[in-house]
C-alpha cells in the first residue's frame, strides 16, 4: 500500500474510528516498544515508524527536505506544558503514518467547529515524514520543576573564532524537526504542532532546508551543498550500530540520576552556516579542492580515485606537500585528528532570499547528532575555527543545542517521559 | 531517455563538443523557433524545451518548486548589460536540458580555472526546469536607452487598500522565474544566472516556494494553498488556447512601435501574501469555507458537488441567502463579476522563516501571467482589497510588475530579443 493509498484509507474513517484504525496500523507497521529495530528500516510505503528504542529522524535515512522550527515556551503552567507535549506526541504520530492531525482533522469536527488538520497536506503523501522532538537547556531552569533533570553536558556551546550568531536565530527551549520528501508535508507537520502549541509556545526560529546534505545510509547517494561538493561521504551510516553506540546515543552512564529520561537518546547541534557563495565562485577549482581537501567531481580524497576511498593523510606528492592540505577541511574534522571524534551529520542546503547586500542568502544548515557535543561537536569546531581555510567564506549565524530524549514504547508520550 | 541519463552522456563531453552536442539535443527535443507549438508539451524525460513561441515556465504544467529573484542593473554599460542576457540565455538553456551552466562546467575547466557551474546540481535530473525572464519598468530609464521600448502598460501598479508593502521585497529590473519539480535545481539555476552576472546585476530579492499553489494543465490535480483550501481550479489552462491568446498573451496591437518586442509575450504580477495563518486557523470550518466560496475537503463551489462544478451565485440556500456569500473570494475574483477578466496564475506557498513576533512567517506567493496588469489584475485586485473578507487574514507584503517577451527562435537570444 503506498502511501496515497493509506491516506486515502485513512481520510474515509472520521473521529475516534479514524484514531483507531490510525493507531492500529501504525502499531502494526513498525516496532511497539523498545525493540532495539533500528529507525533505518524503512518500508517502501513512505512510512517510517514513529515509535522505537530511538526516535524517527536522527538515523533514518536522510529525507530529501526539512522545515525545523525552535520553539520558546510562554507559559510557567508545568501541566500546560506536559499536556502540549503529550498531545504534539498524538499529532506528530499521526501526521507520520499519513493522518490528519487529530481526529476530525481537515472537515470531520462539521461546520461550527474549527478544523483540527490545517489540510495543506491532505492530499499528499508522507514522503517519510519523522518528526523529531529535542530540548534546550533553558527549559531546565526553575519554571517547569525540571532543574534537577538537566542533563550535565546540555550546557551552553562555548563562543567560536569567527562566530557572527544573530540571537534571533539560536537557541529555544524546544525544537521540532521535521523531514519529508515533500517539503510542504514538513511545513504541514511544524505548522500543526505549533498550531497545537499556541498559548504555550511561541516561534523562535524557523529555518527550511530544500536540499539535503547528508546520507545517514549506505543505500543513499551522498548529496552535494552550496560549494558544489559531496558533502558527508565519511559520516556516520546507520547500519554502523557500534559507531552510532560509541559517538551517537546517550549512554545510561552518561546521564545519572534525574538526567537518565536521555539514556538512549542523543544530543543536537544546529548551526546555520551562511556561505559567501559569490567569493566561493570566484575561486580556481585547484583552490576549492584543496580547502575541501577532495576532488569536486566525484568527491574522491585527494591522491584517491573514489569517492570512500580511505583518507591517505601521509601521502604526498611530487611537490613533496601533503596531497591533502593540512588545513584542508577534511583532515581538521577528521576523526584521526581528533581523539576519534565522530558525529552524525544530517543537514541541509538553505536560500533564504537575499542579505540586503545584493547575495543570495544562502548555506548550510548543519545538523549533527552526537552523544556529547562537549566532547564531540566542541573540538571539531575549535579546529575548524582555527585553522579551516573554508572559513573565509563562511560564517556561523546562528547555533543551538538541544537534548533529543531516546524513542517511545507503545504507551508513552513526550510528556511522561520528560516530565515522570 | 531519462534527466539523468541524459545528464550523465552530456557530462562526459567537455568545452566546445559539449556545447555543440547540448545544442544539438535540445533543438531535436524542442520547437526550433517560433512553431507554435505549445510549452505545455512537455516529455517524460523532464526536460522542458526552452525556445519556442512561448518563453518556457508560463503555460508549463506548474512545477512543484520555485525559485524567483528580482535583480538590479548595477552599470551604466548598455553592451554589459546585452551581453549578459545573450551569456544567460546560453546559461539558462543548457541547464533546462540538465547540462551545465556553461561549456567547461564542474571540472571541465580544469585546475587553475574557476568552474563555469557551481555544482549542486551536478548529479540531479532537470526535473522540468523552466527558466522565465522578465523586465521591470526601472529597466527602461534613460540608463540603457531602452526608454523607448518600454510598453505602455509597464507602468507602476497602484496602491491596494491594506497594503502592506516592504520595497526590499518589491520591483526590480530584471526578474528570473526558475520553477522546477527539484528545489535544488531551481535554486542552482538561479545561483548560476546571478553569477554569471556579477558586476551587472545585484540581487534586491529573491523568494523560494515549497509547493505549487496553481495548475495550469487540465492533466494536474488542484494543490492546496496554506490556508489549506485548493487553489486554482478554475484557473486558465494550457490545453484553452483561445483564452490564453485572449487573456495571457500580449497582441501585436497591444505594444505599437518600438515596444513590439514584447508582443507573444505577457505580464507577470509578483505579489508577496502573508497569511496570517494563526488566525486562520483558529476561525470555524465554515466561515473559512464562506470567505472563500468553495468547500474544504473537495474544492466544490458552495452549493456544488464536484471541484470542477460551475460556480452558481444565484442559488440560494434554504435561508433565502446566496449559497456563495457576496464577500466570497471566489466571487469576488471570478471573472463574471470583472467584465470577463481572467488570469493565469502560477503561485506558490511559501514559509520564511519567523515573523519575529512568534509565528511562522509563510504565505502564499502569487505569481499570475495576464496580457494587460493594468486591465486585469488591477481591478481584480481592487475588488478583492475592497470586499474581501479574506484580507481580515492576509497582508500584501511585496508587489511588482514584470514584462516577459516572447520565446526565442533558434538564433535569437535574450540580449538581441531586448536590444535591436
Same mark, same amino acid.
Given at each position: #500500500?503506498?502511501?496515497?493509498?493509506? @491516506?486515502?484509507?485513512?481520510?474515509? %474513517? ?27 528500516? /524503512? ?15 536522527? *538515523?533514518?535515512?536522510?529525507?530529501? @527536505? ?22 504534539? *506526541?498524538?499529532?506528530?504520530? @499521526?501526521? *507520520? ?17 474549527? &478544523? ?15 518528526? *523529531?522532538?529535542?530540548?534546550?537547556? !533553558? ?27 544573530? &540571537? =534571533? ?33 511561541? /516561534? ?20 552535494? +551543498? ?8 565519511? +559520516?556516520?551510516?546507520? $547500519? ?7 559517538? /551517537? ?25 551562511? #556561505? ?28 584517491? !580515485? ?13 611537490? %613533496? $606537500? &601533503? ?12 576523526? !584521526? +585528528? ?6 552524525? @551529520? ?11 547586500? %545584493? ?10 547528532? #552526537? ?11 575549535? =579546529?575548524?575555527? %582555527?585553522?579551516?581555510? #573554508? ?30
Amino acid at each position: #500500500m503506498n502511501g496515497s493509498t493509506r @491516506r486515502a484509507v485513512l481520510a474515509t %474513517g472520521a473521529g475516534a474510528a479514524l484514531a483507531t484504525a490510525a493507531a492500529g496500523l501504525t502499531y502494526a507497521a513498525g516496532p511497539a516498544g523498545a525493540t532495539g529495530t533500528p529507525q533505518a528500516d /524503512v518500508g517502501d510505503d513512505g512510512i517510517v515508524p514513529f515509535r522505537g528504542e530511538r526516535q524517527a529522524g536522527i *538515523t533514518t535515512a536522510a529525507q530529501d @527536505r526539512l522545515h525545523l522550527v525552535a520553539l520558546d515556551v510562554v507559559t510557567d503552567d508545568r501541566d500546560a506544558l506536559r499536556d502540549l507535549l503529550t498531545r504534539w *506526541t498524538t499529532a506528530a504520530e @499521526r501526521m *507520520t503514518f499519513g493522518a490528519e492531525a487529530a481526529p476530525g482533522g481537515v472537515v470531520g469536527g462539521g461546520p461550527w467547529k474549527v &478544523p483540527q488538520d490545517t489540510g495543506e497536506a491532505y492530499d499528499l503523501a508522507p514522503g517519510h515524514l519523522t518528526v *523529531t522532538i529535542g530540548y534546550g537547556a !533553558s527549559l531546565f531552569d526553575d519554571r517547569f520543576g525540571l532543574a534537577d533533570r538537566k542533563p550535565e553536558a546540555l550546557r551552553e556551546l562555548p563562543a567560536f573564532l569567527g562566530d557572527d550568531l544573530d &540571537p =534571533a536565530r539560536s537557541g529555544g527551549d524546544i525544537v521540532i524537526q521535521a523531514c519529508s520528501d515533500d517539503p510542504q508535508v514538513a511545513v504541514h507537520a511544524v505548522r500543526n504542532l505549533v498550531r497545537l502549541g499556541f498559548g504555550v509556545v511561541a /516561534v523562535r526560529w524557523s529555518q527550511l532546508g530544500f536540499g539535503r546534505t547528508s546520507s545517514t545510509s549506505q543505500s543513499q547517494v551522498t548529496p552535494r +551543498n552550496m560549494f558544489g561538493f559531496k558533502d558527508g561521504t565519511a +559520516n556516520l551510516k546507520s $547500519e554502523d550500530t557500534a559507531a552510532l553506540d560509541e559517538h /551517537v546515543w546517550v549512554a545510561p552512564s552518561d546521564v545519572p540520576g534525574a538526567a537518565g529520561w536521555l539514556a538512549g537518546g542523543s544530543y543536537l547541534v544546529a548551526r546555520r552556516i551562511r #556561505m559567501h557563495i559569490e567569493i566561493w565562485d570566484r575561486t580556481p577549482l585547484m583552490e576549492q579542492e584543496q580547502i575541501v581537501g577532495r576532488d569536486k567531481k566525484v568527491g574522491a580524497p585527494l591522491g584517491g !580515485s573514489g569517492e570512500f576511498d580511505e583518507l591517505d593523510f601521509a601521502k604526498k606528492g611530487t611537490d %613533496g $606537500e &601533503p596531497r591533502i592540505p593540512v588545513t584542508a577541511h577534511v583532515r581538521l574534522a577528521h576523526h !584521526s +585528528n581528533l581523539d576519534g571524534v565522530r558525529i552524525l @551529520r544530517r543537514g541541509y542546503n538553505f536560500t533564504d532570499g537575499t542579505d540586503g547586500q %545584493g547575495h543570495l542568502d544562502a548555506g548550510l544548515f548543519f545538523l549533527a547528532f #552526537m552523544r556529547d557535543a562537549h566532547r564531540q561537536f566542541v573540538p571539531m569546531q575549535r =579546529a575548524l575555527a %582555527g585553522s579551516d581555510v #573554508m572559513n573565509e567564506y563562511i560564517e556561523h549565524t546562528g547555533s543551538a543545542l538541544f537534548a533529543c530524549p531516546p524513542g517511545l514504547g507503545a504507551d508513552d508520550d513526550w510528556g511522561s517521559q520528560l516530565f515522570t
